[in-house]
Structures are given as C-alpha cells and as structure tokens.
C-alpha cells in the first residue's frame, strides 16, 4: 500500500472523518483508546473504517497520549499514508479544465503548525482550490497542524513552492490576480 510516502499519526475524530471520506485509501490503521465510550459518531467512523478493510486496533490511552505527542486526540487517532505535497505545474494543468476562476493561498514563513492548520481549515472553508507554502520555510503538515486544520488538510491541495516568487509569477503568467497581505508595521 505504500507509494514511497512516510506515515503520519492524524489525531481526534473530525480529521479522522474527513481522511476516511476524501481520502480513503490512505488510512493505514485506526488506533482506539481502550475503554473509551463510543459515541454513535464514532461509531459511524469505525464502521465506515472497517467497510474499507482498515485495521482498528485498541490501545492503552497513555499510550495514544504518547503518539498524540500532546495533542487532544479524544481517544481516537489514525495513521495515515502522508500525500506528498504537489508540484505548482501539476496542480495548474489540473485547473485547465475549471470553468470558475480559483483561489489559491500562498503561505510564506508560516512555522507555527497550528497557524498553518487553522490557515488551512479557513482557505478550504472559504473554496479556495490549493495552499502554496514553501518548501523550506514553513511548517510541516504535522500531526497538530492536520489536528488544528479540522481534517481540511485531507481536502486541501497543498504545493511546495522552491522558490515563492517565481511560483508567484508563474500563478500570474497562468491568469491568476495576485493580493497580497504583510502585518509588519511598515507594510503599505
């Protein structure tokens, strides 16, 4: 089942939700708190797991406390096939074919994890089609950043840009309006 990616621990229900409707295939293996109480909800999400042949396997919660790494898991984690993030030309060929105009959020230095995730969970609710982040100088889709997108992150494209400003330009030699924000006090 695996294609050369690394695995990542995906923690609490909602994310857990949102890997198993979009991106199925990926969930390696679902990991359950012993004792927990089973909410008709979660009991949805162990079904729909167990529908797809993925593997669910009880565990001591102070064990899921230490693979959550500190995260709140409410009792329930995954591991998931991590995507590798897309290349900026793979995802525009993609778009050739959209007949409304996209969204895309560029993220530039975004280290904190919970930002990113929360700048995620925003840009998909909003429709946006993709996230650029750059490839060396930004948080990685970590664990508390996929918690903190709310499963978005299992929906969301996500580019690495090598170099933002030729990604930039080359977002506009595709048609796309570039805005832009800055927060320090100096921007205009």
């Given at each position: ?27 390696l ?7 927990l ?17 993925v593997v ?20 329930v ?7 590798r993030?897309i ?12 007949t ?37 100088q930004?948080?990685?889709l ?7 997108s709310?499963?978005?992150?299992e929906l969301?494209?996500?580019?690495a840009a ?9 977002l ?5 309006w570039?805005?832009?924000t800055?927060?320090s006090?100096?921007?205009?």
């Amino acid at each position: 089942m695996s294609n050369g990616n690394s695995r990542v621990l995906v923690c609490g229900r909602k994310p857990l939700a949102e890997s198993l409707r979009h991106r199925t295939s990926s969930v390696l293996e679902v990991l359950l708190a012993r004792g927990l109480r089973i909410a008709p909800t979660l009991q949805a999400l162990l079904e729909e797991a167990k529908r797809a042949g993925v593997v669910i396997r009880e565990i001591e919660r102070q064990e899921l406390d230490v693979l959550a790494a500190g995260l709140n898991h409410q009792g329930v984690a995954a591991w998931i096939e991590q995507a590798r993030p897309i290349d900026l030309e793979r995802f525009l060929e993609g778009e050739r074919d959209q007949t409304s105009p996209a969204v895309v959020v560029v993220l530039d230095q975004v280290t904190d994890p919970h930002n990113l995730g929360a700048i995620l969970r925003v840009a998909e609710a909003v429709g946006a089609r993709a996230a650029i982040v750059t490839a060396d100088q930004s948080a990685p889709l970590s664990p508390a950043a996929r918690r903190a997108s709310a499963g978005a992150s299992e929906l969301l494209p996500v580019v690495a840009a090598g170099n933002l400003q030729r990604s930039l330009e080359r977002l506009k030699d595709a048609g796309y309006w570039i805005v832009g924000t800055d927060v320090s006090p100096e921007s205009q």
